[in-house]
Structure formats: C-alpha cells, structure tokens
C-alpha cells in the first residue's frame, strides 16, 4: 500500500513541531504536494513540499519547524559550534551581538568579557587582560588579571610552572659548567625559549 499524498499529523511524533503545520491546507499537483508551515520562532508562513518532510523524517532529521530563515541562524544551524571557536593564537573567542567591540563577524575575546563582567563595565582599548597560568583558554577569573598597558608575551618567574623554573634551572647549570671548564661559549642547544619577565 503507498502512503497517502497528503501528509498526516500522526506522522510528525513532536506535538510542538506538528502544530507548526497547516494540515488543512495542503494541495497537490502532478509533480509535488505542498503544505503551509508556519516558522515558530519569527511566525512567517511558507510552502513546504510533502515529500522533503517525509524524506527528513525518515532519515532520522530533526523536525524543527523554522523556516528556512531560522533554521541557518545561530542555534539552529547545522553549523553552530556552540557559540565559541578558539582562534590560531589559542584565544577563545565568543559571539555577542551586542557588544560594542565585537569584530565583523560578531565576535570577541572571551576573556574580555569575563573581566567586564566581573568589573560590571567595559574595558578600553589600553587595558589588557593577562592569563595568569599561561593557558589562554582557561578564562576563569581567578586566572585573569587586568593591566593598564600592553604585556609582554610568556610569562613571569612568579607565574612559571615549577616544570618551567627546572628548565631554567637546567640551563643556567650548563652554563655556569661551561664557565668552570674555561671554555668561552656553551654550545648551543635546539630547545624552545622560555619567555620569563620579571
């Protein structure tokens, strides 16, 4: 037996999903049967083809009842990464629509924002947030402090990781061997710089 042309409201299971849907208006063709979907969250009514939501169904797609406008737009969008990405530095950057420093593409250090929600105001362009422990996706409070000027890149001895402080502690041992020795240049080794400011 072939399923009906028309769809029925036993086939959409969410009752929420399903009210979306005018099943008093449906009309058919030779090629395509349609249906009046209204989008639940902006209300605009637009012509659905039957067999698309039949086809979504079956493949297990969830059923939301948005236009095709909504349905591209922030939370519902198939591309949504849970309104964060972290760019090639390490930031975390968040969306926010209404910040006044936001960028193009509607973004901003979430750090930032952090302090400004923890100062209750905005920051200006000459305060830096710095990450205390080094890690700049760890936005905890207590990780963040606020400076009046432009910071250096690293870190300082007293936010150095005890595995930071052995390495220079390592290096300057094999410096002060070379200077015993009497020879008047250590040779020079291929380990990344630990950056630490006083």
Not at 49 to 66: A, E
Not at 71 to 90: A, P, Q, V, Y
Not at 141 to 147: A, F, G, R
Not at 173 to 180: A, C, R, W, Y
Request: with cysteine; net charge positive; aromatic share 8%.
């Amino acid at each position: 037996m072939s399923k009906p042309k028309f769809l029925q409201p036993e086939e959409i299971e969410d009752s929420i999903v399903r009210s979306a849907f005018d099943f008093q208006s449906q009309c058919a063709n030779k090629t395509k049967t349609c249906i009046s979907r209204k989008c639940l969250d902006c209300g605009e009514v637009e012509q659905v083809i039957v067999s698309d939501i039949r086809r979504r169904l079956k493949s297990k797609t969830k059923q939301r009842g948005l236009c095709r406008k909504c349905s591209i737009r922030g939370e519902n969008s198939f591309f949504w990464k849970r309104g964060f990405s972290i760019d090639k530095s390490g930031y975390v950057r968040i969306i926010d629509h209404k910040h006044p420093k936001r960028d193009v593409n509607n973004q901003i250090f979430e750090h930032r924002v952090v302090m400004e929600q923890f100062l209750g105001r905005y920051l200006s362009a000459s305060e830096q947030v710095h990450h205390i422990n080094g890690i700049k996706a760890d936005n905890r409070i207590e990780n963040l402090e606020l400076w009046q000027k432009n910071h250096p890149t690293g870190k300082r001895y007293v936010d150095a990781t005890v595995q930071d402080l052995q390495t220079l502690l390592e290096e300057i041992k094999s410096l002060i061997k070379f200077k015993k020795k009497g020879e008047e240049n250590p040779p020079k080794k291929d380990k990344e710089k630990v950056n630490c400011y006083f």
